[in-house]
């Protein structure tokens, strides 16, 4: 067996953008894939198997592993893609508590009841791959987006923590740190920017583009493909790592 055929994917944040596409290009190299989202209607749309949670708990995230191995079998391959994005943050000492726990509950205490309940049988059948999806904000900081940061920066720590720790059984853990991408949530943030700039949302998009030395935002595709990659079986010797899908740019 190569690649990820066979393998038992389960895929958060799959109903659109990143998460989908992720799921998708697994599912056509063999993977049988679990698509994991809170919004029903954006995962009926998608072809493959998938099951309503929120992530922001601890019952949604057992509720997501039990389905999937249900129905397709031990997880073997993890990849969390689910997120909450910075469009409604303010600078430090203008944020709001329950937004910032609400992002932190999200964006990483769901990948870590995610990881814990998949591992001890990565670890016992001496297999697993783990794929995080971070951000460039996980590295170098956004203005006004400390929730956003942290929780982006702390799971690369999560990350390299279960690649510590699992390791020595064959379990790999990675992070891909996209760029912008011209995904539903960030096209959020830029609303946002626009409407406090007082311009449009496509002047926004134009500057971001003119981060990276193409001219041009990241495309989910390019994203899933290094997911992808990571989940194979050809990614054994990497592990612990955060790669940076960011055309050049570091932003």
Not at 166 to 191: I, Y
Request: net charge negative; proline share 3%; hydrophobic share 45%.
């Amino acid at each position: 067996m190569t690649g990820v055929a066979g393998r038992v994917a389960l895929v958060t944040g799959a109903g659109r953008g990143i998460g989908r596409v992720a799921a998708q290009l697994l599912a056509s190299r063999g993977a049988r894939v679990m698509c994991v989202a809170r919004t029903e209607a954006e995962l009926a749309t998608a072809g493959l198997d998938y099951t309503v949670a929120d992530l922001g708990t601890a019952e949604g995230c057992e509720h997501a592993v039990s389905e999937t191995v249900d129905r397709l079998g031990a997880v073997e391959i993890l990849v969390c893609n689910h997120g909450m994005g910075s469009a409604h943050e303010r600078v430090v000492w203008e944020q709001d508590p329950p937004l910032w726990a609400q992002t932190l509950r999200v964006n990483l205490d769901g990948p870590f009841f995610l990881s814990r309940l998949v591992l001890k049988t990565m670890v016992e059948r001496r297999f697993g791959r783990l794929v995080y999806t971070s951000s460039t904000a996980g590295e170098v900081a956004e203005h006004a987006s400390s929730a956003y940061n942290s929780s982006k920066h702390g799971l690369l720590g999560l990350m390299r923590s279960v690649a510590r720790d699992a390791g020595s059984f064959d379990v790999t853990a990675n992070a891909v740190l996209p760029g912008w991408v011209r995904t539903e949530m960030a096209e959020r943030s830029a609303q946002a920017e626009a409407a406090q700039r007082g311009i449009t949302a496509d002047a926004v998009w134009a500057e971001r583009a003119a981060l990276y030395p193409p001219g041009r935002v990241v495309t989910p595709e390019e994203v899933a493909e290094a997911i992808a990659f990571l989940a194979s079986e050809e990614s054994s010797g990497i592990s612990g790592q955060a790669i940076t899908v960011a055309l050049g740019g570091v932003e």
